[in-house]
T-cell receptor
Framework: NAGVTQTPKFQVLKTGQSMTLQCAQDMNHNSMYWYRQDPGMGLRLIYYSASEGTTDKGEVPNGYNVSRLNKREFSLRLESAAPSQTSVYFC?????????????FGSGTRLTVV | GQQLNQSPQSMFIQEGEDVSMNCTSSSIFNTWLWYKQEPGEGPVLLIALYKAGELTSNGRLTAQFGITRKDSFLNISASIPSDVGIYFCAGVTSGTYKYIFGTGTRLKVLA
């Protein structure tokens, strides 16, 4: 049982390049989330999808776009990467919105923008 | 954005010692959760608490939902080297998507 799978695990981008972070879950969860984790800042919500077909902004959405491709997949796109987007990105899923029964996290994508 | 305050920020302890950490907020939550993050991995859920005063255990871990609903506590008994990691609390207000994370307590266990 894979849980939440993120690809790639590591990525280096040049400023201005674009890329898409992929996330897939196999637990039939309705809600999915993208977080970024920075030293001293904890986990901050970028975007979330309450259910298939819906997406909404979180706390730090600027510079990102998302697509809920189907119930399993939720991708995060950086259209023009900036050094401030250097971070560790985590995808998570939960049974319902709000995650009161807990989130399942992926193992993260470590992104460096130079 | 809002974050929960966790203390201590970091701890170095000897193997076999007990550990206590807490999480405080200015807001009331309906659910408190505790996660552990090991190096290079995502956070993993340890314990979820749903009622003020609730005390829940998971092996050597025990967590409590504070009576004021503004705090929560995590204890680890008889620590072992694999307890190393960052422990995060999270508070959830029912009816919203808002899942507020704590700043984390970094635990190191010396054998």
């Amino acid at each position: 049982n894979a849980g939440v799978t993120q690809t790639p695990k590591f990525q280096v981008l040049k400023t201005g390049q674009s890329m898409t972070l992929q996330c897939a879950q196999d637990m039939n969860h309705n809600s999915m989330y993208w977080y970024r984790q920075d030293p001293g800042m904890g986990l901050r919500l970028i975007y979330y999808s309450a259910s298939e077909g819906t997406t909404d902004k979180g706390e730090v959405p600027n510079g990102y776009n998302v697509s809920r491709l189907n119930k399993r997949e939720f991708s995060l796109r950086l259209e023009s990467a900036a050094p401030s987007q250097t971070s560790v990105y985590f995808c998570a899923s939960s049974v319902g919105l709000g995650g009161q029964y807990g989130y399942t996290f992926g193992s993260g994508t470590r992104l460096t923008v130079v | 954005g809002q974050q929960l305050n966790q203390s201590p920020q970091s701890m170095f302890i000897q193997e076999g010692e007990d550990v206590s950490m807490n999480c405080t907020s200015s807001s009331i939550f309906n659910t408190w959760l505790w996660y552990k993050q090991e190096p290079g991995e995502g956070p993993v859920l340890l314990i979820a608490l749903y009622k003020a005063g609730e005390l829940t255990s998971n092996g050597r871990l025990t967590a409590q939902f504070g009576i004021t609903r503004k705090d929560s506590f995590l204890n680890i008994s008889a620590s072992i080297p694999s307890d190393v990691g960052i422990y995060f609390c999270a508070g959830v207000t029912s009816g919203t998507y808002k899942y507020i994370f704590g700043t984390g307590t970094r635990l190191k266990v010396l054998a």
